[in-house]
């Protein structure tokens, strides 16, 4: 783990080679609180999001999320 600096949020230190919920590999900005730690995981060259997951205090994945599909559209409310 490395701590992060400069983001203006206690406790956050990154994690290199995470894995998504689909497998993508990628790098994880973390913070803990109550016993529950969040991981924020981004690509490592492009720095896109790629999802998340919840760890409990000894370390199993108890929630995950994975961005599969992103759109832009010129309007809001459209769908693309």
Sequence with gaps: MTR???TG??????IR????????????????S???REELIFDGRTHVF???RLLDEQGRTV???AV??????DKAGRRP
């Design 68 to 73: 599969l599909v992103r759109a832009v559209v």
């Design 50 to 52: 790629l999802g998340g």
């Design 4 to 6: 992060v600096t400069g």
């Design 17 to 32: 080679n995470v894995k998504d919920s689909v497998g993508r590999e990628g790098v994880a900005v973390t913070r803990g």
């Design 34 to 36: 109550r016993g529950v």
């Design 9 to 14: 949020l206690r406790r956050t230190t990154g």
């Design 63 to 65: 929630g995950t999320s």
